[in-house]
Structure formats: structure tokens, C-alpha cells
């Protein structure tokens, strides 16, 4: 691996580049998430011997300084040089740095060092850059963390709509209706409110199912990565929920007594969110742009109206309650910082 395909990798894997560092022999990369700001430092040492001890910690801080942001800023350095113990040697005290021997080509990683940084390990070892590690055990390094809440809602969705197949047809919406799907006339005669949220983990039909878990999946990933477990899932939960009140209120006004079940208001609530954090992080992350999340939720609810029996209410309000939802947590992050 050599200095040029380390910027490709990042730049290809939603890092930008900061043109406005002059030297040569420093190369400066950041990535926005919803509350910190990630800053890899990558330095030549092979051009510039200067940069250690004393030197290097100040340029650090140096290039800390360039970021004017509230968000907690992650500094990392990748350093480049063929006179390994030298250079180790005089970085002894410093933190989160990894060395690139330059002359036997292997990714050193000394012990007292990170073993990750928010997935890089994995970008150059995908990218089959990362041809030996030292002084770090495999077994102790920091994966790129798994969406585990998004998983456990797939499963817990999939569990369910066996469950209920095991009991009847899931395409029947008298069937549907007994066992918990969201019906005007249950909730306002009987009390049962619960069906506010267990209609969220019901689907009529495989295809049903299959079509809201890989959007789940797929967006729920993203999202849980930036905003971590817990606002995730009270995210999914509250939008969910939120979107069926919506349908409630939309039927309760109309003629029309629909059953109604899904985790399509609680996937809006994530797209909505998703949204908002793109925006934050004036609107890009990764590859994911303002303009085509947009084009995605338009594309979405249209597709949706061209569908007699899609819950459209559902949608649209899973959407307002994401966005709610999702400044809610952007202003609670802010005032943290500034609380620091």
C-alpha cells in the first residue's frame, strides 16, 4: 500500500479531503457522523523526519483547530516511513497512530494503540492493503459494530410472522385483526391500544415482509451507525407507533374500516431521521446525499399512492415523527457539547 491508495480508499469510503493543508508530507481526511467529527492524519515521514515527539503532538492539535464544529472531533494518524523503530521510538507517548513500514510494506500496530478506528481496519484489509499486523491480537480488535439492533428487529419480525403462519393465513385480514393488526373498531370498543405497537411486527404475506426488512436492513444499518442503539430503536419504536396513531386518526375520519399492519411507518420514522442527519452533516453521508434521499422518499410515497391497498397515512406520518424524532436527538447532542 502506498500513500495514494490510502486517499483513494477514503475518499471512496465517504472521507473528504482537506485541500487547504499545504505541505506536502500531510495529508488531512474527515468524515461527519450525527455527533462526532472523524479525522484521519496521514503523514510521509520518509519526506519529513521532523514531525515527532513534541512536533507531532502539536500538529495534532494543530489540525484539530482547523475543524469549527460543536461535535467531538476523533483524531487518528496513519504515518508512512521505512525507519520504523526511529519513528516509534519517539511516538512512544503519543496516542492513536498506526505506522506503515514502507520498506517491508506491513501494517505495524503496536499494543498500546488502537486496533480500529470506526472500520478503517476493515477498508484496507478489504482492499487487501493490510498485509501483516503486529503487537495487536486479532480477537481483541474493535469490529466495525454490527447494526445489533436492526438485526434483532429483523428477527423479531420474522419470528412473529412465523408465529402467526403457524396459527393461520397472514393474507387474511380477519385473521390479522384478531391477533393484534391495528382496526379502528377493536381500539375504540375494546380499549386495546397495545395494537399501536404490535401491529408494527405483523406482515400479510412473505413479500410483505421480505419487501420491509431489506428496507429495514438496508436503512436501518446507516442510521443505527450514526445515531447509535438506543436512539435507533426509540426511533424505530416512536415513529412506528406514531404512524399508526396517524392511520387511526386518518380512518377513524373516513368510511373505510381497515385492518392495518406493518413495519413500513417505523421504516419511514428511519428514513425521516436519516434525513435529518444528512442535513446536519451538510447533506452528505457517506454515499448518501440530501438530493437522493429526497428522490428516495418522494419515490416511496408515490409508489405507495399508486397502491389501492398501501396505508399511505402510515407512511406520511412515520415520516413527520422521524424528523421529529430526528432533531429532537440533533439538538440534544448540541446541547451536550456545549455542556462540555
Same mark, same amino acid.
Given at each position: 500500500?502506498?500513500?495514494?491508495?490510502?486517499?483513494?480508499?477514503? /475518499?471512496?469510503?465517504?472521507?473528504?479531503? /482537506?485541500?487547504?493543508?499545504?505541505?506536502?508530507? #500531510?495529508? /488531512?481526511?474527515?468524515?461527519?457522523?450525527?455527533?462526532?467529527?472523524?479525522? #484521519?492524519? /496521514? *503523514?510521509?515521514?520518509?519526506?519529513?523526519?521532523? =514531525?515527532?515527539?513534541?512536533?507531532?503532538?502539536?500538529?495534532?492539535?494543530?489540525?484539530?483547530?482547523?475543524?469549527?464544529?460543536?461535535?467531538?472531533?476523533?483524531?487518528?494518524?496513519?504515518?508512512?516511513?521505512?525507519?520504523?523503530?526511529?519513528?516509534?521510538?519517539?511516538?512512544?507517548?503519543?496516542? $492513536?497512530?498506526? #505506522?506503515?513500514?514502507?520498506?517491508?510494506?506491513?501494517?505495524?500496530?503496536?499494543?498500546?494503540?488502537?486496533?480500529?478506528?470506526?472500520?478503517?481496519?476493515?477498508?484496507?484489509?478489504?482492499?487487501? $492493503?493490510?498485509? @501483516?499486523?503486529?503487537?495487536?491480537?486479532?480477537?481483541?480488535?474493535?469490529?466495525?459494530?454490527?447494526?445489533?439492533?436492526?438485526?434483532?428487529?429483523?428477527? *423479531?419480525?420474522?419470528?412473529?410472522?412465523?408465529?402467526?403462519?403457524?396459527?393461520?393465513?397472514?393474507?387474511?385480514?380477519?385473521?390479522?385483526?384478531?391477533?393484534?393488526?391495528?382496526?379502528?373498531?377493536?381500539?375504540?370498543?375494546? @380499549?386495546?391500544?397495545?395494537?399501536?405497537?404490535?401491529?408494527?411486527?405483523?406482515?400479510?404475506?412473505?413479500?410483505?415482509?421480505? @419487501?420491509?426488512?431489506?428496507?429495514?436492513?438496508?436503512?436501518?444499518?446507516? *442510521?443505527?451507525?450514526?445515531?447509535?442503539?438506543?436512539?435507533?430503536?426509540?426511533?424505530? =419504536?416512536?415513529?412506528?407507533?406514531?404512524?399508526?396513531?396517524?392511520?387511526?386518526?386518518?380512518?377513524?375520519?373516513?368510511?373505510?374500516?381497515?385492518?392495518?399492519?406493518?413495519?413500513?411507518?417505523?421504516?419511514?420514522?428511519? =428514513?425521516?431521521?436519516?434525513?435529518?442527519?444528512?442535513?446536519?452533516?451538510?447533506?452528505?453521508?457517506?454515499?448518501?446525499?440530501?438530493?437522493?434521499?429526497?428522490?428516495?422518499?418522494?419515490?416511496?410515497?408515490?409508489?405507495?399512492?399508486?397502491?389501492? $391497498?398501501?396505508? $399511505?397515512?402510515?407512511?406520511?406520518?412515520?415520516?413527520?415523527?422521524?424528523?421529529?424524532?430526528?432533531?429532537?436527538?440533533?439538538?440534544?447532542?448540541?446541547?451536550?457539547?456545549?455542556?462540555?
Amino acid at each position: 500500500m502506498n500513500i495514494l491508495q490510502l486517499k483513494s480508499i477514503l /475518499v471512496n469510503n465517504g472521507y473528504e479531503y /482537506v485541500e487547504e493543508i499545504k505541505p506536502k508530507e #500531510i495529508s /488531512v481526511f474527515y468524515q461527519g457522523l450525527m455527533d462526532k467529527e472523524l479525522v #484521519i492524519l /496521514v *503523514l510521509n515521514l520518509d519526506m519529513d523526519t521532523n =514531525l515527532l515527539g513534541e512536533n507531532f503532538t502539536k500538529l495534532q492539535k494543530n489540525i484539530k483547530s482547523i475543524f469549527q464544529t460543536e461535535k467531538e472531533i476523533q483524531l487518528f494518524s496513519v504515518i508512512f516511513t521505512s525507519e520504523v523503530k526511529r519513528v516509534h521510538d519517539n511516538l512512544c507517548d503519543c496516542e $492513536n497512530y498506526w #505506522i506503515y513500514d514502507t520498506q517491508n510494506k506491513k501494517t505495524i500496530i503496536y499494543e498500546n494503540q488502537p486496533a480500529n478506528f470506526y472500520g478503517l481496519y476493515e477498508l484496507l484489509e478489504n482492499d487487501h $492493503n493490510m498485509e @501483516n499486523i503486529y503487537g495487536a491480537e486479532k480477537r481483541d480488535r474493535k469490529k466495525y459494530k454490527k447494526p445489533i439492533v436492526t438485526i434483532g428487529l429483523i428477527v *423479531l419480525n420474522i419470528i412473529f410472522f412465523t408465529l402467526l403462519e403457524l396459527l393461520g393465513c397472514t393474507e387474511d385480514s380477519s385473521f390479522m385483526a384478531h391477533y393484534g393488526a391495528l382496526f379502528v373498531p377493536y381500539v375504540l370498543e375494546g @380499549n386495546q391500544y397495545f395494537r399501536f405497537i404490535t401491529s408494527m411486527f405483523m406482515h400479510f404475506g412473505i413479500n410483505h415482509l421480505f @419487501n420491509n426488512m431489506i428496507m429495514l436492513f438496508c436503512l436501518g444499518e446507516i *442510521l443505527e451507525k450514526q445515531i447509535g442503539k438506543v436512539s435507533f430503536l426509540t426511533v424505530y =419504536l416512536l415513529s412506528g407507533i406514531g404512524a399508526n396513531i396517524i392511520s387511526f386518526w386518518y380512518y377513524l375520519k373516513g368510511d373505510e374500516l381497515v385492518v392495518s399492519a406493518g413495519a413500513s411507518g417505523a421504516i419511514f420514522g428511519i =428514513l425521516g431521521s436519516l434525513l435529518v442527519v444528512v442535513v446536519m452533516n451538510k447533506g452528505k453521508l457517506e454515499s448518501i446525499t440530501t438530493l437522493r434521499l429526497i428522490f428516495m422518499i418522494c419515490l416511496s410515497l408515490y409508489l405507495g399512492y399508486r397502491d389501492i $391497498n398501501t396505508n $399511505n397515512a402510515a407512511h406520511i406520518g412515520g415520516l413527520l415523527f422521524g424528523i421529529i424524532l430526528g432533531i429532537i436527538l440533533s439538538m440534544i447532542i448540541v446541547f451536550k457539547r456545549k455542556k462540555k
